[in-house]
């Protein structure tokens, strides 16, 4: 490998834990970042998918190279894997319930709201809806 695509400095990962043998103690030792490393050194995955990889963290990488290497994958489709993995991590978030309930009694108040996983908008139509909202805070103390 030529022009810095060389892994013996290090991993994209982090550095390997530094002295031991590297065995373990009561079973096989699990899988490592090594492992990718020397996939990418012995041609078995390319550069390409190496660079897909980098935007895993370490375990999902190590699960997809194996999977590369198994089912002999393109880049591209490495690339809609990763893709496909990542879409399917942000459909996850659950929205506060909390901020169900908040943002339901404030758009039966009339105000007109946006909801996110971690956020509630409150959007004024007029500055009339700013007093409104004001004169409720007011209420609670």
Same mark, same amino acid.
Do not use: C
């Given at each position: 490998?030529?022009?810095? +695509? +060389?892994?013996?400095?290090?991993?994209?990962?982090?550095?390997?834990?530094?002295?031991?043998?590297?065995?373990?103690?009561?079973?096989?030792?699990?899988?490592?970042? =090594?492992?990718?490393?020397?996939?990418?050194? #012995?041609?078995?995955?390319?550069?390409?998918?190496? &660079?897909?990889?980098?935007?895993? =963290?370490?375990?999902?990488?190590i699960e997809l190279a194996k999977e590369i290497e198994e %089912?002999?994958?393109?880049?591209?489709? !490495?690339?809609?894997?990763?893709?496909?993995?990542?879409?399917?991590? &942000? &459909?996850?978030k659950v929205i506060n319930e909390e901020l169900v309930e908040?943002?339901?009694?404030? #758009?039966?108040?009339?105000? %007109?709201i946006e909801l996110g996983s971690d956020f509630l908008k409150? &959007?004024?139509?007029?500055? !009339? +809806?700013?007093?409104?909202?004001?004169?409720?805070?007011? =209420?609670?103390?």
């Amino acid at each position: 490998m030529a022009n810095g +695509d +060389d892994f013996r400095g290090g991993s994209p990962w982090g550095s390997p834990p530094k002295g031991g043998n590297g065995s373990r103690r009561g079973g096989p030792k699990p899988p490592s970042i =090594d492992e990718v490393i020397e996939k990418i050194r #012995k041609n078995n995955i390319s550069i390409g998918h190496a &660079k897909v990889l980098v935007s895993l =963290d370490e375990k999902e990488a190590i699960e997809l190279a194996k999977e590369i290497e198994e %089912k002999n994958l393109s880049v591209r489709e !490495t690339e809609k894997i990763v893709k496909n993995r990542k879409k399917s991590q &942000k &459909k996850e978030k659950v929205i506060n319930e909390e901020l169900v309930e908040i943002g339901y009694k404030l #758009k039966k108040l009339g105000f %007109k709201i946006e909801l996110g996983s971690d956020f509630l908008k409150i &959007k004024f139509k007029n500055e !009339t +809806d700013l007093e409104k909202l004001k004169k409720l805070l007011d =209420d609670i103390n």
